[in-house]
């Protein structure tokens, strides 16, 4: 027959390799998922930001161009005068190139600025073409590019003239070499039209070396870098490979990353490949001009703090197991209190619970157990907390967003059914948004949302802002705020007309707002409030409108 100690130790022993089996196993499996899908947020924020960045870059230079298309085309009278007329064109001509020298100097990485005309309409040589004769020089005249001299399938010489007329649109050409100034260069070109007649084209070339050295920057983790290749998989930019090699003629295993670059996927997952036998991982993005932005790092560097982590809490297993053994062996009395807890917070984790603490402890075995147990659950807490923060944080503006509201709602309507609380709520709203994305693109809405949400921040310090709709806000004041809400209005209409005066008529922003104040007598849900608020805004959006109709 067993004794009671060694049915007790059996027992303790017993729940010492239950309990580490569950924490260990739980630690690895949420570690996994939580490292996992850190990793892959990382990696593609950093590169969406990268595209951003890039993107953004290549908007200010075609914003250069276009500008200059848009006068190009005003100032011409009319086809016919510009073919027949030879005063007319030299003078055409020479009104355009003050504008074009001034759009190429104001624009980053220009080295050459050109306005050519349909050679079936003037001369081969017409048109105006300023270039810089060094990277550091300023732009000087040179003789346009004779048109008689090349056939239009010489894309060599004259592409940057006939391609964007094929396409019909603006278009991005290929990096290419110029030789004269030993720089690579990337062209903007627009095809001008009038009627179904073409005019010619405006361009500007581009030092590639602004794009290689930004992406030539980038290190995530310890040698991940950025590359950039054509929507063909032909090498742009890389540390590694010459320009314009396919990736896929390299090594025979990046072909299916060729094939993934050609479709132009991209999203919130990785795309796991191997290069020369190493396994890595990549995110990447389609830029405005058709090329592809990757990231990617090493497989072994992105789970380096996973692998350590499943490793120290294997390593840790294995050393609590046999201490465990003879600890429990020579001193099961001590042991009861601190195992008694472990089992309880054991228990807790299971259920979902990780708010623990645990206080007993001993200078052993037992207390190295509970400290690795301690040390894991704080782990996952934080992994867990992180998570949770994401869930309620609006990715656009930073502040919070719908599902924080829909918890402040739960939480002040449980206040409303205890007792009196005070407070008031406040619902704004960006005015004509989608005629702003419409004429000027949703990147530039996005721009104004976002200003629009640091005027109200700024406006409303100490309260909560809620993105509750692509361009409603809504503000709850309490305590202090909610006393002072008249000024707070105040201050900010005043934040509004001083952004307005330091801004043009194009970025003006015109916000309506409304407020509600709680009234126990007729506000039964927290809903009733909020329809107040809403209707006050309206109201105030239709008195702007018909204000702005008066001044007209």
Known sequence: MRSIQTKFIILILSCIFICSAVIGGAGIINAEKAVDKDT????????????????????????SVKTLVVFTDEQLESVERLKN?????????????????????????????YVRFNPDLTPPTSGLFWSKTDLNGTFQQLVPTDFSKYSPTDTEHVGWYYIPLKNGKASWLAPYSNENINVQMISYVVPIYRGNETVGVVGMDIDFNIIKNTINDVQIYDSGYAFLTDDKGNVMCHNTYPFGIPMSSVDESLIPLTAELENGTSGNSLYTYTNEGVEKKMAFRTLNNGMRLALTAPLSEIDKSKNELILQIAIALLIIAPLSVLVTVAITRRMIKPLRELNTAAKKIAEGDLSISLTQQTKDEVGTLSDSFQQTVDHLQKYINYINSLAYRDALTGVKNKAAYQEAERRLEELMRQG???????????????????????????????????????????????????DEFAVILEGTDYNNYVELLERFQTAVDEYNMHNDSDS????ARGIAIYNSDIDLVFSNVFKRADDAMYQNKKDMKDRMRQDI
């Open 420 to 470: 009196c609380p005070e407070f008031a709520i406040v619902v704004l709203d960006i005015n004509d948004l989608k005629y702003v994305n419409d004429c000027f693109g949703h990147d530039f809405g996005d721009m104004l949302i976002m200003d629009s949400c640091k005027l109200i921040c700024k406006s409303f310090p100490h309260s909560p802002v809620y993105r509750v709709g692509g």
């Open 508 to 511: 003006r922003l015109s916000i």
């Open 40 to 63: 892959a947020q990382l990696m593609n924020l950093r590169c969406s930001e990268l595209a951003g960045d890039m993107d953004a870059m290549l908007s200010r230079i075609e914003q």
């Open 85 to 113: 007329d030879e005063a007319y064109l030299e003078e055409y001509t020479k009104r355009l190139e003050s504008v074009a020298v001034n759009a190429a100097n104001n624009t980053e990485g220009a080295v050459a600025v």
